[in-house]
């Protein structure tokens, strides 16, 4: 567990004063003002930031409600003098830092704050990994029931994530587990739709308007069965808009969230894959879309005819695991004919 603290302060003999006050209890590193501690936490992250208020080119306040945007499970403490009380009260209601300390800071009371701040760091780091593992638990869950009702969907799922894992990092799109996650239960809904519909329409037949209007229900299931679980709620409206068109008169805002990209990629993503499974070659695929192509959002597009042939290799590779599937199906699928009856119920 990291529990090194960074001491932020314009002055240096004061920075050496705290050094030697507490080298011997804890794990320190020191920033000559705002511009190093920025530095500093932009190489790793700290437990614990101490920063006094008044400093050049950027105060305390300033400094701390930064580090939390940079790195939000960071404990902060502001040092002020008595006439910055009322700026440190408005911090703390801000909720910009945990503690605030009077200067002169008197050994023991410092020693206490910290050892306060390290339990609260430890305390909203072991949350936040309880939090993961319970959701990623879950998240496993729920494909699994897929895969037991729906086994063809499984398949289809699990390339859509490679797909949309592919496409964010060639666009340089921060790392998101709510992409994959999306992208692998975004045919979750497809347990209420008949086999025989979606083998239909992956073979690229025509589907009655009653049977295409219950397949592209689908997404709507699908959200429903997450919108309620902890923190899937962007996933869910990703889900929900897997089949919505891009909308042309905003084409920067439709890549400034998460929910936008998502939707936006996944979108591409389903035609592409529906494509090449019906036969077609990866240009192909990229052809019949272009025709199309005021659907997709033009760089979402470009990454995807830009990977391709890669994106069909990883296809054909996911293709070759398909067994391996057997086992969770036979184990999950009591849990999965619940599931069923409950939505048909």
């Known amino acids: 567990m990291n529990n090194s603290i960074l001491l932020v302060d314009d002055d240096v003999r004061v920075l050496g004063a705290l050094q030697r006050m507490l080298y011997r209890s804890y ?8 511009v190093e501690a920025l530095q500093a936490i932009a190489r790793s992250p700290f437990a614990v930031v101490v ?57 023991a009371t410092l020693c206490k704050t910290l050892d306060a701040a390290i339990e609260q760091y430890r305390l ?9 593992e319970t ?18 969907a499984f398949g289809r799922a699990s ?11 060639e666009l340089g799109l921060p790392d998101s587990w709510e992409l994959e996650a999306a992208a692998m239960l975004s045919q979750l809904g497809c347990i209420s739709v008949d086999p025989r519909v979606l083998k239909r329409h992956y073979a690229g037949q025509e589907l009655s308007e009653a049977d295409r209007r219950h397949l592209l229900a689908q997404a709507s299931v699908g959200r429903k069965l997450l919108h309620q679980v902890p923190r899937l709620g962007p996933v869910s409206q990703i889900i929900e808009r897997q089949y919505q068109k891009w909308q042309n008169d905003s084409p920067e805002g439709s890549f400034t969230d998460i929910v ?48 391709k042939d890669t994106i069909l290799q990883e296809s054909l590779s996911k293709a070759s695991d398909d067994a391996s599937t057997v086992h969770e199906q036979l184990v999950f699928r009591p849990l999965a004919d619940e599931v069923l009856r409950s939505l048909r119920s």
């Open 27 to 34: 794990r320190l590193e020191i920033a000559n003002g705002p």
């Open 51 to 107: 920063s006094d208020l008044q400093m050049p080119v950027m105060n305390g306040v300033e400094l701390l409600a930064e580090v939390k945007r940079l790195s939000p499970d960071t404990v902060r403490v502001l040092l002020t003098g008595q006439a910055d009380i009322e700026a440190a009260i408005a911090s703390v209601n801000e909720g910009n830092i945990f503690r605030f300390l009077t200067k002169p800071c008197p050994h």
């Open 124 to 132: 909203q780091v072991s949350e936040k990994d309880v939090l993961h």
């Open 135 to 152: 959701l990623m638990g879950t998240v496993a869950i729920l494909v699994n029931v897929l895969s037991s009702i729906q086994p063809v």
């Open 159 to 169: 390339r859509l994530r490679e797909i949309v894992r592919l496409l964010a990092t």
């Open 260 to 307: 936008a990209i998502g939707s936006q990629l996944l979108h591409a993503a389903l035609d592409f894959d529906r494509l090449v499974g019906m036969g077609q070659s990866a240009a192909d695929a990229i052809a019949t879309m272009r025709g199309y192509e005021n659907e997709y959002h033009p760089a979402g597009f470009d990454a995807l005819d830009r990977l």
